[in-house]
C-alpha cells in the first residue's frame, strides 16, 4: 500500500511539475507553488481553469512522449531539501568539538567559507534527487480525472485529481 501510494505520488509530482513549466513558459512572472499527493496535486496561483487544463493536457501528452526533463523543477523542494542537508552537515562537522565558545566563533569564517562552497558543488544533486526518487515521468496509467478550484482568504487553489486508470 505505501508502496503504491510512494509511485502514485512521484508520478503527480512529475506531472505537478510539468504542469508548472509549461504554465510558466507561456505565462512569463506567474507566481504558482505546488505540492504532490497520491490523490493529485495542488497548484497555487492566479490561474485561469481553462490555461490550467490545457496545460495539464499537454504535460501529460510530452511526459508520455518522453520529455523526462518537463519532471525536474528547477525551484522545487528537493533542491532545497537537499542543499539545506549538505549544508546543515558541513556546518556540524565544522562545529564538533569540545572547543570553549571563543575557539567556537574562530571557526565561523571556516564554516561560512566550507558551507558556502559545499552549497555550490551540491546544486546538481538537487535535481539528480528528484529524477531519482521524488518525481516519475512515465506516468503509465495515471490520468486526470478532475480539477477543481477552491478559494481560501483570496487565494486561488486547483487541485488536479489523479487516477491510475488502465486501458483496455
Keep these: 500500500m505505501i508502496g503504491t501510494q510512494l509511485s502514485v505520488t512521484r ?3 512529475a506531472l505537478e511539475h510539468a504542469t508548472m513549466q509549461i504554465l510558466s513558459s507561456k505565462y512569463p512572472g506567474l507566481r504558482m507553488a505546488g505540492y504532490s499527493t497520491p490523490q493529485g496535486f495542488w497548484l497555487l ?3 485561469e481553469i481553462e490555461a490550467l487544463q490545457d496545460a495539464v493536457e499537454e504535460a501529460q501528452r510530452r511526459l508520455r512522449a518522453g520529455e523526462r526533463k518537463l ?3 528547477p525551484h522545487c523542494g528537493t533542491n532545497f531539501a537537499v542543499s539545506g542537508l549538505v549544508g546543515g552537515v558541513t556546518a556540524w562537522l565544522v562545529m564538533l568539538g569540545n572547543g570553549s565558545r571563543r575557539s567556537k566563533l574562530d571557526r565561523l569564517p571556516l564554516l561560512v567559507t566550507l558551507v558556502t562552497l559545499t552549497l555550490m558543488l551540491s546544486a546538481p544533486l538537487g535535481p539528480k534527487a528528484q529524477e ?3 518525481t516519475d515521468a512515465d506516468l503509465r496509467d495515471l490520468h486526470v480525472v478532475q480539477i477543481r478550484t477552491y478559494v481560501r482568504s483570496g487565494m486561488p487553489a486547483h ?3 489523479t487516477r491510475d486508470l488502465p486501458q483496455g
Design 159 to 161: 487541485f488536479v485529481s
Design 45 to 47: 496561483g492566479n490561474l
Design 132 to 134: 531519482r526518487f521524488t
Design 71 to 73: 519532471a525536474v523543477h
Design 11 to 13: 508520478r503527480n509530482h
